[in-house]
Nanobody, 114 residues
Framework: VQLQASGGGLVQAGRSLRLSCAAS????????MGWYRQTPGKQRELVATITNGGLTNYQDSVKGRFTISRDSTQTTVYLQMNSLKPEDTAVYYC?????????WGQGTLVTVSS
């Protein structure tokens, strides 16, 4: 399966962005979909996940600001990012985790200026 992420860009602190990630097909053995981010010299870190049952999980630093959601077909996952901070600047990757394996999108750059 291929994942196509979009929605990144340059935004001022305090503003919002919405990331989208579309899968090329539905995975019926899906466990969860998620967003991760990575900055130069650091490991990729989990931002948020949503299970096939709709349960969500967030990194502490984004709780209350970011919201993960998905469409009813579970082929598209979104990340609504509000009240963005400069420390949110990173390349954001979407991921799908299924019984057959984990898949990654190509990454989309989010830059938050102060």
């Amino acid at each position: 399966v291929q994942l196509q992420a979009s929605g990144g860009g340059l935004v001022q602190a305090g503003r919002s962005l919405r990331l989208s990630c579309a899968a090329s097909r539905r995975l019926f053995d899906l466990y969860y979909m998620g967003w991760y981010r990575q900055t130069p010299g650091k490991q990729r870190e989990l931002v948020a996940t949503i299970t096939n049952g709709g349960l969500t999980n967030y990194q502490d630093s984004v709780k209350g600001r970011f919201t993960i959601s998905r469409d009813s077909t579970q082929t598209t996952v979104y990340l609504q990012m509000n009240s963005l901070k400069p420390e949110d600047t990173a390349v954001y990757y979407c991921s799908v985790n299924a019984a057959r394996g984990q898949y990654w999108g190509q990454g989309t750059l989010v830059t938050v200026s102060s």
